[in-house]
Antibody, heavy 123, light 108 residues
Framework: EVQVLESGGGLVQPGGSLRLSCGASGFTFSSYAMNWVRQAPGKGLEWVST????????YYADSVKGRFTISRDNSKHTMYLQMNSLRAEDTAVYYC????????????????WGQGTLVTVSS | EIVLTQSPGTLSLSPGERATLSCRASQSVSSSYLAWYQQKPGQAPRLLIYGASSRATGIPDRFSGSGSGTDFTLTISGLEPEDFAVYYCQQYGSSPGTFGQGTKVEIK
């Protein structure tokens, strides 16, 4: 059974940093791109970032480019999102999602989702 | 960036009725790379449809997707109580991938 589980959310002050983690099981981790998608309170879904299966290709939404860094450790079946210079508008539930296409080097659709971790940016 | 506009914003229907949800793109979605997701309150989204018309694993056949180019439709042939939720479309043919704003299907 495919499972993905986020951790690391919490309350952080504007300008602060936070690192999210996403642990995965039930599939060949290195064969799939992994994604972060966020949802601000009461709002819709927003794609944030994608990393290819090898980790060699990364993609970012313009809203987070230069502030967030996505990475992965295939030996630990874990993906990360380092978030720096956080702003109030980054407040959201952050979902980890496995891509739907095997050996994809870019984001496609999101087949399996975690339950999300809440990031609140507030003073 | 491709903008997806979903309509209607809210659909009020009774169990057993047919639901038709629309997703219109600001420009053509290449290769019909369009997906649909269902989200219930407090839960993560669930993939329903990918490639405009392919059902994801475990999705009942009352859910169907159609369309191409700029116009796409999600149809639920007979609403079950568990189908009342918010539905999002997503295009992944062009970077960045984008979502529609959602359609809420509520009990009438």
């Amino acid at each position: 059974e495919v499972q993905v589980l986020e951790s690391g959310g919490g309350l952080v002050q504007p300008g602060g940093s936070l690192r999210l983690s996403c642990g995965a099981s039930g599939f060949t981790f290195s064969s799939y791109a992994m994604n972060w998608v966020r949802q601000a309170p009461g709002k819709g879904l927003e794609w944030v970032s994608t990393i290819s299966g090898s980790g060699g290709s990364t993609y970012y939404a313009d809203s987070v480019k230069g502030r967030f860094t996505i990475s992965r450790d295939n030996s630990k079946h874990t993906m990360y999102l380092q978030m720096n210079s956080l702003r109030a508008e980054d407040t959201a539930v952050y979902y980890c999602a496995r891509d739907g296409v095997v050996v994809a080097a870019r984001p496609y659709y999101f087949e399996y989702w975690g339950q999300g971790t809440l990031v609140t940016v507030s003073s | 960036e491709i903008v997806l506009t979903q309509s209607p914003g809210t659909l009020s229907l009774s169990p057993g009725e047919r639901a038709t949800l629309s997703c219109r793109a600001s420009q053509s979605v290449s290769s019909s790379y369009l997906a649909w997701y269902q989200q219930k309150p407090g839960q993560a989204p669930r993939l329903l449809i990918y490639g405009a018309s392919s059902r994801a694993t475990g999705i009942p056949d009352r859910f169907s997707g159609s369309g191409s180019g700029t116009d796409f439709t999600l149809t639920i042939s007979g609403l079950e109580p568990e189908d009342f939720a918010v539905y999002y479309c997503q295009q992944y043919g062009s970077s960045p991938g984008t979502f529609g704003q959602g359609t809420k299907v509520e009990i009438k």
